[in-house]
């Protein structure tokens, strides 16, 4: 069994900071991608950013410039710095990770979601 923990959400002004962890924990043999989603109202769930298990990172184009992913795998944690967060930033975000278990079988697991809030 593997579980998701995510933490760092919440309200901020335009152009603010939020720094997002996600911490993957359980019988855990390897995690290869990790990654950040995040989905608005009415909208269908985007890809915000990935990082390999060997660090090759990629980025939505509306993020780029503005938010850094991480990981750290002596800790199966990833991170993501979010920068000049703007309005249209305000979604729902959730951590992703592909996880090979202890038994050796792979699957992908899902945090359960922390709000962001971008508004004056």
């Known amino acids: 069994q593997v579980q998701l923990v995510e933490s760092g959400g919440g309200l901020v002004q335009p152009g603010g900071s939020l720094r997002l962890s996600c911490a993957a924990s359980g019988s855990i043999f390897s995690i290869y991608t990790m990654g950040w989603y995040r989905q608005a109202p009415g909208k269908q769930r985007e890809l915000v950013a990935g990082i390999t298990h060997v660090g090759s990172t990629n980025y939505a184009d509306s993020v780029k410039g503005r938010f850094t992913i991480s990981r750290d795998n002596s800790k199966n944690t990833v991170y993501l710095q979010m920068n000049s967060l703007k309005p249209e930033d305000t979604a729902v975000y959730y951590c992703?990770?592909?996880?090979?278990?202890?038994?050796?079988?792979?699957?992908?697991?899902w945090g359960q979601g922390t709000q962001v809030t971008v508004s004056s």
């Open positions: 992703n990770a592909n996880v090979r278990s202890t038994m050796m079988s792979v699957a992908d697991y």
